[in-house]
């Protein structure tokens, strides 16, 4: 066990993966992986080929081309660098090359913010990736490893994004755990692709498809997401026997079973959540989480099931589609719907690196509390706005 | 095109996809105003006009009707003529 940053920690776990090509573009806060990265490749750390682009749409691009000949890629990016990466993410996807990249989640412009938020990952929804995300430093470098192991699956084949929050998780120093390269290696085979670009026997990726095929190209993606739901929690298994560490499958359970309100949520704000839970519990208050560990593919009857005991639901979201209300609340409300009567309430918060704190959870769970007993519910509500300054 | 994981298709499909089916405006061709200079297919953004005895026609199979070729022609030998179905 070392205390290391959380970049460097993502870095390390990049490494035990013998990537074969990495190509990034730095931006903050995403800049302390790739530029470890790249001291490893020239160390000799990494026999990999570090390629230097000048956009996120180039990285992406070089990504592209080196997983379709067949080669182990990874990139890393956030916020700005990722929407600019946007339209070669539904490429990558739809020619099934498992790159895995980190995704810093970062607030995105305007107004300029280089501070922590969910927008950018929670915008790239529909892209066909994958998206895990992390709770801390341990699971978003444990979760690289089990992303290549997802991604590179023969009936999944899709790209990977590990998510992990800007500055509170890549920034902080916590005590990690490092790989041992024999394990890794055993845990995680080579890639065997089934096409692999080669000039010697040319082939299209991504090729033309008329009306009569593009709805079953369309659809072979959608059944590998089905695919990746079981395999995402066999691997979670698996990492545990081998690595000892787990943290949930698609959804993590925190003293949910009992519990009356259930708070859903994503990232690193899981940690005050579940202090904030300590502290209610120790109070009296029958509260507990479901932190969602795969956005995409998203674990439906997982959360079915989950929250079938309680009475309200409370979903924290980083991100909000304008016009509507958070993301991930849409989503839960969707995956419930006509299978539970239970109150649920969605709170916007954290928005461009505000704090959430054990006190704000507290006083949502006070608000759902309060919900239950007036029937009144208030769907979209932003936490914490600074009502004087409007 | 067939079904494949990334739809990844072998070489000449290109040939295969006839992209000649959405055009609006056909070019034709009037033999006795062409000269043969050669420009028209030289412009011609999907490489198809051919020459055949000193005089240019194109493949309908794939012109997708953009009309380049008879805005460069100098001669004015290529008419852009509403497709009838
Ligand atoms: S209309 Fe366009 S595609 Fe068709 S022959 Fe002329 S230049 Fe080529
Ligand atoms: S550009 Fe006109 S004149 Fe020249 S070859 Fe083509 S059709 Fe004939």
């Avoid at chain 1, 280089?114 to 444990?142: C, F, M, P, V, Y």
Wanted: proline share 4%; glycine share 8%.
């Amino acid at each position: 066990m070392k205390v290391i940053e959380g970049s460097y920690a993502v870095a390390e776990a990049v490494r035990v993966c013998k990537p074969h090509v990495i190509s990034a573009y730095p931006i903050t806060p995403q800049t302390h992986i790739v530029e470890t990265l790249s001291q490893m490749v020239a160390d000799g750390a990494i026999k990999a080929e570090y390629v230097r682009v000048e956009s996120e749409f180039s990285a992406i691009s070089v990504c592209i081309g080196a997983s379709a000949a067949g080669t182990r890629t990874y990139t890393a990016t956030t916020s700005q660098g990722l929407a600019l990466m946007h339209e070669a993410l539904f490429n990558a996807a739809g020619m099934r090359l498992p790159i895995v990249m980190t995704a810093v989640n970062r607030s995105l412009s305007a107004p300029l913010s280089i501070w922590n938020d969910q927008q950018d990952t929670i915008s790239q929804r529909d892209t066909g990736w994958i998206q895990l995300h992390a709770e801390n430093a341990q699971e978003a470098s444990d979760t690289i490893i089990q992303a290549y192991k997802i991604a590179e699956y023969r009936s999944i084949l899709l790209p990977v994004m590990v998510c992990m929050d800007g500055y509170i998780l890549t920034h902080v120093y916590e005590p990690v755990e490092l790989w041992e390269q024999k394990k890794v290696d055993a845990f995680l085979p080579e890639f065997d692709p089934v096409h692999v670009l080669d000039p010697k026997k040319p082939k299209t990726f991504g090729a033309f498809a008329d009306p009569s095929l593009y709805t079953e190209f369309r659809y072979m993606v959608q059944e590998a997401m089905e695919v990746a739901k079981k395999k995402i929690v066999d691997i979670a298994n698996e990492f545990r026997d081998e690595f000892g560490r787990y943290y949930g499958g698609l959804i993590d359970e925190y003293r949910a079973k009992d519990a009356e309100t259930l708070i859903l949520a994503m990232g690193s704000v899981i940690g005050t959540i579940k202090d904030a839970i300590d502290e209610m519990r120790a109070d009296g208050i029958p509260v507990g989480l479901l932190k969602i560990r795969a956005y995409r593919p998203f674990p439906v009857d997982t959360i079915r099931d989950a929250v079938a005991g309680a009475k309200a639901i409370i979903v924290l979201d980083k991100n909000i589609s304008m016009g509507y209300e958070g993301a991930l609340f849409t989503d839960v409300k969707s995956a419930l719907y006509g299978k539970s009567g239970v109150t649920a309430l969605g709170f916007i918060l954290g928005l461009g690196g505000r704090d959430i704190t054990k006190q704000t959870i507290k006083d949502m769970v006070a608000k759902a509390l309060e919900a239950m007993k007036s029937g009144k519910v208030q769907e979209c509500e932003f936490v914490d706005l600074r009502k004087e300054v409007l | 095109m067939k079904l494949s994981v990334g739809a990844v298709a072998e070489p000449g499909s290109t040939r295969a996809n006839k992209t000649g089916t959405w055009r609006t405006f056909r070019p034709v061709f009037n033999a006795d105003l062409c000269v043969g200079c050669g420009i028209c297919s030289q412009f011609c953004p999907e490489g198809i006009i051919h020459e055949k005895n000193d005089k240019y026609a194109t493949d309908y199979d794939y012109c997708k009707g953009c009309g380049i070729c008879a805005a460069e022609c100098p001669k004015g030998a290529i008419k852009m003529v509403l497709e009838v179905k």
